[in-house]
Every structure is written in C-alpha cells, then in structure tokens.
C-alpha cells in the first residue's frame, strides 16, 4: 500500500470531496480516465495526486485500486473586498489537504 498527500492546494474542501467519493474503491486506470472528462476543478487535481500514488507503489495504474481517498480541511486565507461607504466585506478562501491511498489489486478487483 502507497499513498499520496497533496497540501494546501487552492480548492474547496466540500466540492472536493464529491469527486473524492467517486474514486474510492475504483481502479486507479478507470479513475483516471473517468475523471479527465470530468469538468471539475477538484477532477484534475485529484486525478494528477492518484498517478503519483501509483507511481510511488511502483505500480501499473491497471493493477492499482485506490483504497482510500481523503480530503481534510486546510487553513483558509482571509481576505477584503472594498464596499460602498468605505466599508468591507470578508472573503474566505479554503484550502485542502488531499490524501490518496493505492494498493495492489487482487483477481476479483479488475
């Protein structure tokens, strides 16, 4: 088993975990596939942290399943925009730690 960990990546947490529920269980060949014709910001992002979890179990993505697939909250930057009559208003803007774990599929997986 391998995993991967993408931090502090500029990426609501809530949106990417909807992709992240998509892919656990999957194989790490159909996950990839499926989500680059997914029109998600968290798609392309998530897809790119499952090929490097297979590539450090050493791994072909055909024989990889993705076991786990975690998204944490990260710090989120605060930030103003100016208003009328010199007032402001607050922007969150949150980041996510993104945690992909692969193992080696078994016969009955593929």
Do not use: C
Not at 90 to 101: N, Q, R, S
Request: proline share 6%; hydrophobic share 45%.
């Amino acid at each position: 088993m391998a995993k991967a960990i993408l931090k502090f990546i500029r990426l609501s947490p809530i949106k990417a975990r909807l992709i992240a529920r998509e892919v656990q269980g999957m194989n790490a060949e159909y996950a990839i596939a499926s989500l680059q014709f997914t029109p998600n910001k968290a798609a392309g992002i998530i897809s790119k942290v499952i090929a490097s979890a297979v590539a450090n179990a050493g791994l072909d993505p055909v024989d990889a399943v993705i076991t786990s697939a975690r998204v944490d909250k990260g710090p989120v930057l605060k930030r103003f925009t100016p208003r009328a009559r010199g007032s402001a208003s607050p922007k969150h803007k949150p980041t996510a730690h993104i945690m992909i774990e692969v193992a080696a599929a078994t016969k009955g997986d593929k």
